[in-house]
């Protein structure tokens, strides 16, 4: 059973960092463009970040490029998104997604349950 499971989501002030993971079962990650989305209250859901398989092309909203960056560690099939610089408009829940094909498209076909990432002192 394919499976995508956030972790690392949390209360942070503005200006600190936080890692979120998405480790996968029941496939094999990197055959997949994974990517995160976010839906803060109220808003539109958003994609903040892709990463291809087949030439690990990557992706960035305009709102995250020089803070947030995204990884993947094939071994550990699991993909991160390291969010440095964090701002309270960030606050969102963080999804991690399974897209349609190899590279990055922003067509997710299968989505983990979120992990909750709040900026605020």
């Known amino acids: 059973q394919l499976q995508l499971v956030e972790s690392g989501g949390g209360l942070v002030q503005p200006g600190g960092s936080l890692r979120l993971s998405c480790a996968a079962s029941?496939?094999?990650?990197?055959?997949?463009?994974i990517g995160w989305f976010r839906q803060a209250p109220g808003k539109e859901r958003e994609g903040v970040s892709c990463?291809?398989?087949?030439?690990?092309?990557?992706y960035y909203a305009d709102s995250v490029k020089g803070r947030f960056t995204i990884s993947r560690d094939n071994a550990k099939n699991t993909v991160y998104l390291q969010m440095n610089s964090l701002k309270p408009e960030d606050t969102a829940v963080y999804y991690c997604?399974?897209?349609?094909?190899?590279?990055?498209?922003?067509?997710?076909?299968?989505w983990g349950q979120g992990t909750q990432v709040t900026v605020s002192s």
């Open positions: 990463i291809s398989s087949s030439d690990g092309s990557i």
């Open positions: 029941g496939f094999t990650l990197d055959y997949y463009a």
């Open positions: 997604v399974v897209e349609e094909y190899y590279y990055c498209s922003g067509r997710p076909v299968h």
